[in-house]
């Protein structure tokens, strides 16, 4: 096998497909996660700052030195066809390059496990100490948890969940944008579910805070959904009817909101709008647009 590059191409939302089995079982028992770590053909994966080692091929997976066996922030990603894969930040000897910049270039699949790795490494990064009580909690289950040993409070990864939906009126659909992003990129608009929430009800809120836009809750229609390691969302895709086209954007959101014909998207899509453009392929929020485009949705 080739170490350097586990894993071929697929198809899907980039971040999501893993191949992984996380191997709930095995992470109980500590005796049989530590004898992971020892098998000769287990490989971990050096994240810099959040950022993974790549090459040509995709992800640059080493083998596990004694060190590497011994670090207290080592964690267990799963098996791959019952090969031990393992995550752990620090320095690394190849090229690493910024996430997104990574995602758009190794396999779909490599990006789904550099998913996995970064969003639960930030997470214990940012919760080494508990809620609870304060005390500064160790690592358990290969990663899979935190627990605190002075009231022994169990703390699991979160993941937040992010509308992020098309509104549309007619044959047109609401983009927006913000002003730190590059001239003429427009997107969809997104927003955190906040609780006691469903997913229908934070698309009509977040539309109504940022563009002044009333929608059909009950014709509101998921779509699909990416995981999104920046540090660790949900980004949950909506196609919201609007029943009105008039807008009142909350410029302290948004530089700007307005509608794009199908034409206009098209345009977009191919490279040959004027004076806008969508984000990278990485995006859900294209992939939406995409899907509409072509009347999928």
């Known amino acids: 096998m080739n170490d350097r590059s586990l894993l071929g191409s697929a198809g899907g939302m980039v971040f999501a497909g893993s191949p992984l089995d996380r191997c709930e079982v095995l992470r109980r028992d500590e005796v049989l996660l530590a004898a992971e770590a020892e098998k000769p053909e287990a490989r971990i994966l050096h994240l810099h700052q959040g950022d993974p080692e790549v090459d040509d091929d995709g992800l640059i997976w080493h083998p596990l030195d004694h060190a590497a066996k011994q670090d207290p922030g080592r ?44 969003s639960v490494l930030d997470w214990h990064y940012r919760h080494q100490f508990c809620a609870r009580c304060g005390s500064p909690t160790n690592m358990a289950a290969g990663g899979a948890k935190r ?18 939906m098309l509104a549309q009126h007619e044959d047109q659909v609401l983009l927006g944008r913000q002003a730190s992003w590059p001239p003429g990129v427009w997107s969809a608009l997104a927003g955190f579910v906040e609780p006691a929430e469903t997913l229908e009800e934070a698309c009509a809120r977040e539309l109504s805070e940022e563009a002044g836009l009333a929608v059909d809750i009950a014709a509101t229609r998921y779509i699909l959904c990416q995981p999104w390691p920046f540090p660790s969302s949900l980004m949950v895709g909506l196609l919201a009817p609007a029943t009105s086209p008039d807008l009142s954007v909350d410029t302290e959101e948004l530089e700007a909101a307005r509608w794009f014909s199908r034409a206009d998207v098209i345009a977009m899509l191919d490279g040959k709008h004027p004076h806008a453009a969508l984000p990278p392929s990485i995006a859900i929020a294209r992939r939406l647009v995409e899907l509409w485009a072509a009347e999928k949705i």
């Open 147 to 164: 627990v605190c040993p002075s009231c022994e409070t169990e703390h699991f990864p979160r993941v937040d969940p992010v509308v992020i």
């Open 75 to 118: 964690i267990f990603l799963g098996q791959l066809n019952g090969q031990p894969l393992f995550a752990l930040p620090g320095p690394m000897s190849g090229q690493h390059i910024p996430a997104r910049a990574a995602a758009m270039q190794i396999p779909h699949q490599d990006a789904a496990i550099y998913a996995q790795a970064k």
